[in-house]
């Protein structure tokens, strides 16, 4: 920030870069802390009288358009609440001064700028020290150039506005401010004379929401948090780091709403996506995220349906005009449609100063119910089969039960001794802490395995059988799988890709090595079982070779349930549910329904991991 005194009025220039929001709060400070009787922005002229209308309207976001005789292109500047020149013109409406759009009057396309600094540096080094930071890569613009004529132009309204008026803020765009600096200090005649002017035709039309993201400078998410700061009396300075951590959360929650429960992303996962985002972002030497970072962290962490919502997320803007049912403005890159009108028009927007940079990220959509109707009429209902991947994963949950269930009946079978000359299988920290008052140190022995495990009970849900109407067994494909026996959620209710339909467990058994059974829910018991958690579990005492049951649940398996196994001679060995984090349950718990062998070849296309 440079302040230049005169004899009779004291100017603020202040450099910027349109629609970054630091400098738009930088703005707002000094319109806090100071008292300017005109505020000055570095805007084409001819735009001035139709600009104080749409920022009125304002959270609604809209935009003012030009058009000269060539019908082939339109100029327009986007309301955006984010830009430091809608932010100037803002103060003064609200503060009762007057304003004056000091840019030049023939309308042209801007010069775009090389890449800068992240703005988010300015925590660090200042403003002071950022603007000098920027104004250095930035450049001097070359005598007599394009730029350089559009600073005479300001440096000539800034010396007008004296006239009039005693603290003025000049809000000065870094591409010009370097030589409108120059120019003011010079203080020689300047030639602003205009042969002629084309005549321009303006009108404001509100911008579709969905389109938003192509003309706002801050994701239209952030932007939505700093108008709704806007309104409370108290509020601090977005941090927009801080917005995207709430987008992350924000999401899960919306996603979790959704019904897609099994799916919910923790905490700790969520941190992982943030770090990976994180390092995504330091890669392409910046301090803050893209779009499509944030999209692609988000694939990373929760797959294409969680990516999918971030970026709708990420778009939102919750702002609508009244009349919903209003033509809108449709905004891309550098096109514009009218409303009421199928031709787009090549287009110039003013408050944009980089080139956009167009990245892939390949996304899956969920499909549409159309699509999700399509696929159930499809549906050959004498061909199902699992997808490989999660066989390999419930297999290997499976070996991990089996070896921890029998590791805790070693543990309990351990005698302890008083060490004398061997550790033998370790310390027992139990029966030493027992006897500390002794001073003897207890070790313990573990017996040898006597036996095995093949049979794993795993209840994910034993209280709500209602939501569990799909009771099936499969069978084991090679010797290397299980005999899988199980309830869960219609995979019809969830249909996600062509012969592909994803559902989750209530709860599972599994029989290794494999062997053939009947289907358990066919069996009439006297008596009946209470739930189908019992079904599974008996299936499991009735067909299991072993004298062991790895039994994985929230609570210790009841009286009944313990009668009915010593009765059949065996024993359940309970392993707590909570033993295991939350995220391994949820991506055990999501299982794909394929409709065919054929189907394998193409369900990784559909399937996240």
């Known amino acids: 920030m440079k302040i230049t005194a005169s004899d009779n009025a004291a100017i603020t220039l202040v450099p910027f870069l349109h629609g970054k929001i630091m400098f738009t709060e930088h703005v707002r400070r000094l319109c806090l802390e100071n008292v300017f009787d005109c505020i000055a922005v570095d805007l084409p002229e001819p735009f001035e009288p139709y600009l ?90 070359e005598h007599d150039g394009q730029q350089d ?6 440096a000539y309204r800034i010396d007008k506005l004296k006239n009039g008026y005693k603290n003025i803020l000049a ?12 120019h003011l200090k010079t203080k020689k005649k300047r030639d602003v004379s205009f042969s002629s002017l084309p005549y321009y035709s303006f009108r404001k039309e509100i911008i579709n929401p969905d389109h938003l993201y192509f003309v706002l400078g801050e994701l239209p998410f952030v932007t939505a948090k700093f108008e709704k700061t806007r309104h409370e009396s108290f509020s601090e300075n977005i941090d927009i780091v801080a917005c995207i951590k709430d987008l992350f959360r924000e999401t899960r929650d919306n996603y979790n709403e959704t019904g897609q429960e099994a799916l919910a992303l923790s905490p700790a996962r969520i941190q992982r996506g943030l770090q990976f985002l994180r390092n995504l972002t330091v890669m392409n030497n910046c301090l803050i995220p893209t779009l499509f970072d944030i999209v692609a962290s988000g694939k990373g962490v929760g797959g294409n349906s969680y990516a999918l919502h971030l970026l709708k997320c990420a778009r939102y803007y919750p702002y609508l005009p009244q009349d919903i049912n209003s033509p809108l403005l449709s905004a891309g890159i550098d096109r514009i449609t009218l409303p009421g009108e199928q031709i787009p028009y090549d287009a110039v927007n003013f408050l944009r100063d980089f080139d956009f940079v167009w990245k892939k990220l390949s996304i899956k959509p969920d499909p549409s119910e159309f699509q999700k109707q399509k696929y159930r009429f499809s549906w050959n209902p004498h061909g199902v089969c699992s997808h490989i991947p999660e066989d390999l994963r419930i297999e290997n949950f499976n070996s991990h039960i089996r070896n921890k269930a029998m590791s805790l009946l070693r543990e309990d079978a351990a005698a302890p001794e008083k060490f004398t000359v061997s550790v033998r299988d370790g310390i027992d920290m139990r029966e030493t802490l027992a006897k500390w008052h002794t001073g003897d140190i ?9 036996g095995g495990i093949d049979a794993v009970v795993i209840i994910f849900d034993s209280e709500h059988d209602e939501r569990y109407p799909n009771l099936a067994t499969w069978y084991a494909e090679h010797e290397e799988e299980s005999t899988l026996t199980f309830y869960s959620t219609d995979p019809f209710d969830n249909l996600t890709g062509p012969g592909i339909a994803r559902s989750y467990y209530g709860g599972l058994s599994l029989l290794f090595p494999p062997r053939s059974i009947p289907n358990i829910f066919e069996i009439k018991f006297n008596p009946a079982p209470v739930n189908l958690s019992e079904y599974l579990t008996l299936s499991a005492l009735l067909f299991g070779r072993e004298k062991r049951v790895a039994f994985v649940s929230k609570n210790k398996p009841d009286i009944h349930l313990r ?19 939350s995220e391994t349950l949820k991506k055990l718990r999501a299982f794909h329904v394929l409709n065919g062998k054929e189907v394998r070849s193409w369900a990784t296309r559909f399937i996240g991991d």
């Open 52 to 141: 104080a209308e749409a920022i009125d309207e304002l959270p609604v976001i809209s935009a003012v358009i030009a058009q000269d005789g060539n019908d082939a292109l339109a100029y327009f500047v986007p309301i955006d609440p984010c830009d430091a020149v809608i932010e100037g013109i803002r103060q003064s409406r609200q503060n009762h001064i007057s304003f004056a759009c000091i840019g030049h009057p023939l309308l042209r396309r801007p010069t775009l700028l090389p890449s800068l600094p992240d703005e988010y540096a300015i925590g660090k080094l200042g403003f002071d020290g950022y603007a000098s930071l920027c104004l250095r890569m930035a450049g001097n613009p």
């Open 171 to 182: 809000l000065v765009h870094f591409r010009h401010f370097t030589r409108v600096n120059y």
């Open 149 to 154: 004529i559009e600073a005479q132009y300001i």
């Open 442 to 450: 207890y070790v313990k022995e573990l017996p040898p395995a006597r």
């Open 563 to 581: 009668k009915t196994a010593a009765h059949l001679k065996k024993q359940l060995v309970w392993i707590p549910l909570s033993t295991f984090s």
